[in-house]
């Protein structure tokens, strides 16, 4: 297909995406004992996204390089191997590790609510500054948003989760908003040591 999508993860990621919904689709009445789906939607949401993201229309490397973190390279501060701990070693295991642990404990999957809101302040709040689009902003507004806003309602009227294991979940998903101030300290310290050396 010609198209650079900066390693063969996004291939998976995007192969993934009928089987996984189609999973969720299977299971939904599963999905709707004791709010599953607010852990069980994280997977296929997040394929989804980063189908779009990396595979079609795809650019979210040189995207996030130059129009978000403001490098003159598109492949640098957030390299290909950056990519891939982000979106498949964090991404993929929160988001398994969500549902596998909902019955004892929601903490992981309220995390993954937090991430999904700081994704789509990062694109929308490009998309709106730039005035055009971005990779990834859509599956963030259409499918990140309600899932984010009504797992979130779901789980304040549940009572499931304590004022401490909200206060961990928010940390566990703040450490992925923290990724782009992270990837400009990299990008300083690098153009620090060029001028001493």
């Known amino acids: 297909m010609g198209l650079d999508t900066h390693g063969r993860w996004p291939w998976v990621a995007a192969g993934l995406v009928v089987p996984a919904w ?19 939607l994280a997977f296929p949401i997040l394929v989804s996204h980063q189908s779009e993201e990396w595979v079609w229309p795809g650019g979210f490397l040189p995207f996030c390089n130059t129009r978000l973190l403001g490098s003159d390279r598109p492949d640098w501060p ?3 191997r950056d990519g891939f701990h982000v979106n498949v070693t964090a991404g993929w295991l929160s988001a398994i590790a969500g ?15 937090v991430m999904e809101a700081g ?10 500054r730039e005035r055009r689009y971005n990779p990834g902003v859509v599956t963030a507004t259409v499918l990140m948003v309600p899932h984010a806003a009504a797992g979130a309602r779901w789980l304040a009227h549940s009572e499931r ?13 703040g450490i992925f908003a923290g990724l782009p101030l992270a990837m ?14």
């Open 161 to 173: 989760v304590s004022p401490r294991q909200g206060l961990l979940a928010t940390a566990l998903g």
């Open 22 to 40: 189609s999973l969720a689709a299977a299971r939904r009445n599963e999905l709707r004992e004791d709010g599953v789906w607010v852990a069980g």
């Open 99 to 113: 549902l596998a642990l909902w019955r004892r404990t929601p903490v992981v999957a309220a995390g993954v609510l």
């Open 184 to 197: 400009k300290l990299r990008m300083r310290r690098a153009s620090r040591l060029s001028q001493d050396g």
């Open 119 to 128: 994704n789509l302040l990062m694109h929308a709040a490009m998309a709106m």
């Open 78 to 80: 957030l390299s290909e």
